[in-house]
């Protein structure tokens, strides 16, 4: 089965919103990761968390420290180059990281 | 600068045909991967390796081989590409391969199997 499920699936926002976007982990993951992939199909690392949280402008990620089981990524402020898919990727501790299905976000002007 | 290069950057082939896929990095990274992307979905993983002329299998290695032949290179090889094999495939590096080993992905490689 999945070990990562990722939610919502497909997400719309007006501009100047606030979202999160969740990932759940069927068990105890060791570290996540988080990227955009854009409309050329690049993906591109926004964070890698093995605990705690990261911020980097209008992003924002946490990682569930306590029974790791989940991540989550915070996006202030909309803007239409957010637009694109949001996929995270988790690692038990070996060599595979997980990923999930990815969230489709539109930002709407 | 690209760190993770791949190529080509996109190929048609044919069924039954050999197709390799390349991949080039200048992390001075051990570990490489390739996974595969199918539309609408996240990326599995095939091969990956953590040295040079070894490789090991991912989740999903039936009709792929890997080929590690130094630090910086790492190819996929379909001997006999099938419909089943049309995905985006990418290639990436980590500096460890366990837990707490942050990935970096190459560009991706569209690869069309008629």
């Known amino acids: 089965g999945d070990q990562v499920e990722q939610s919502p699936s497909a997400l719309s926002l007006h501009e100047g919103t606030d979202s999160a976007l969740r990932c759940n982990f069927t068990?105890?993951?060791?570290?996540v990761q988080w990227f955009r992939q854009n409309s050329r199909g690049s993906l591109i690392s926004l964070f890698y968390?093995?605990?705690?949280t990261k911020e980097n402008g209008r992003l924002k990620s946490a990682f569930d420290s306590k029974e790791r089981r989940y991540s989550t990524l915070h996006i202030r402020d909309a803007q239409l180059e957010d637009s694109g898919t949001y996929f995270c990727a988790a690692n038990t501790g070996y060599q595979n990281f997980y990923f999930g299905k990815g969230t489709s976000l539109t930002v709407i002007p | 600068e690209a760190a993770v290069t791949q190529s080509p950057r996109s190929k048609v082939a044919v069924t039954g045909g050999k197709v390799t896929l390349s991949c080039h990095q200048t992390n001075n990274h051990d570990y490489m991967y390739w996974y595969r992307q199918d539309t609408g979905h996240g990326l599995r993983l095939i091969h990956y390796?953590?040295?040079?002329?070894?490789?090991e299998k991912g989740d999903i290695p039936d009709g792929y081989k890997a080929s590690r032949p130094s630090q910086e290179n790492f190819s996929l090889i379909l001997e006999l590409a099938s419909l089943s094999q049309t995905a985006v495939y990418f290639c990436?590096?980590?500096?460890?391969?366990?837990?707490?080993?942050?990935?970096?992905f190459g560009p991706g490689t569209r690869l069309t199997v008629l």
């Open positions: 990436a590096s980590s500096d460890w391969g366990g837990a707490y080993a942050e990935q970096f």
């Open positions: 390796s953590y040295v040079a002329d070894s490789t």
């Open positions: 968390l093995a605990s705690g």
């Open positions: 068990t105890t993951m060791r570290s």
